[in-house]
């Protein structure tokens, strides 16, 4: 329990032949009681008849972890998403808001699309408001009305057509809002720190008994919120990513001793350059925030360029953002309107760096040429694979709160929709683990050194 009398976490042990641990998602009906369900509107309908098993069992979950030792227990379950038999609102009284913050991500727009078309074609409703330019939009700015007509083609549009911003997080004056709108469903699409708001949000609508649902649609290009497979624009990432490494290779390979050097999202977690590098296959070496790597001496990044350039005349290094921060030295500290920490340009510091090296040496003349694709990334609509995940999270997140739950994101695991606690998405972020497998392959391709053990004098060096 919280300051609040909120639970944190509903787990719940369930007995069986594989006993196993439910992280249940609240349900509306956890504090407000004696309230009626009515028949989901999809049973009437003929088309989705044919389909056998289209109602999902209340008792259906989905585990976490799929590869398990034959004798350890079964581990963590979560809610499977997808519509229930009966729901909790009737809906000539629903009024849905949807809200999106912080950066943008291909993918926003179909979220948005699928949550007002699958609430009107699949529930009849009509009333869905979009709040404009984030969080602080509930109380300073106007709201939009959204039909289907309205979000018919967004899909095809990067960005998203409700706006976006950081900081601005007032709880308070949030639920205020919500609450003088009448609105009961609130759809939340955004990042770590969103989804950190979506939960002080649902925590207040708790706290005042509101008979309100919080749903939340995790937006991340990085890739860096744990427990889900993948975030949606994840795909898109890495399929654009391949543009700018093309880019990169082209320039490399067209003049003597050419270095391409890309940039690519990825502040705490390195997947998009990980699997960006992997699906190239023009990639001589990978650098991520979670692989610490040096510069000078015995197998440190200058002594792996050189050889490379000698071997092949040409090179191709990814850079992930926040990789190689401890060695950015001249740096000074700032934060966003979020508190998030501004990391150092690493791209633009490690080019500067490549290039006094080798003009020092003397040795070896080079010319490298920095690509930062990033902004042209994260404009981009979502590829064919992202627009289909993002209309199943949004047609999830639109039957979990239909449903009467409350506090969870819409996620696939393990190639499943769930319903996941948004406590559980918000305390640690995913990182490539590099003693798994995944970082072991990618290795294989670039056969770059690991650059694990920087000789002694050279980690005081660079420091
Ligand atoms: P990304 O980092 O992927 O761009 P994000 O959702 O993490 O997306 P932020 O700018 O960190 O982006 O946060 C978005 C919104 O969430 C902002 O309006 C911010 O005020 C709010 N927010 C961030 N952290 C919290 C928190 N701990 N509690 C309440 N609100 C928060
Ligand atoms: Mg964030």
Known sequence: MDSNGVD?????????AAGYVLEDVPHLSDYIHDLPTYPNPLQSNAAYSVVRQYFVDEDDTVMEKIVVHQDSPRGTH??????????????????ACIVTCGGLCPGLNTVIREIVCGLHFMYGVTEVIGVDCGFRGFYSKNTVTLTPKVVSDIHKRGGTILGTSRGGHDTSKIVDNIQDREINQVYIIGGDGTQKGASAIYKEIRRRGLKVAVAGIPKTIDNDIPVIDKSFGFDTAVEEAQRAINAAHVEATSVENGIGLVKLMGRYSGFIAMYATLASRDVDCCLIPESPFYLEGKGGLYEFIAK????NGHMVIVIAEGAGQDLVAES??????????LLKDVGLWMSLKIKEHFAKQGKMEITLKYIDPTYMIRAIPANASDNVYSTLLAQSAVHGAMAG???FISGLVNGRHTYIPLNRITERQNKVVITDRMWARMLS?????????PPKETTEATN
């Open 405 to 407: 739950y409350t506090g």
């Open 332 to 341: 000074i500290e700032k934060q966003d309107a979020s508190g998030n920490k």
């Open 8 to 16: 944190e976490h509903q787990m719940k042990l369930v007995e069986g």
């Open 78 to 95: 979560f809610r499977r998403a997808g519509p229930r038999q009966k729901v909790y609102f009737k809906p000539a009284d629903v009024r």
């Open 308 to 311: 490379r350039l000698r071997e």
């Open 445 to 453: 391709s670039t056969n770059q050194p690991s650059f694990m053990n």
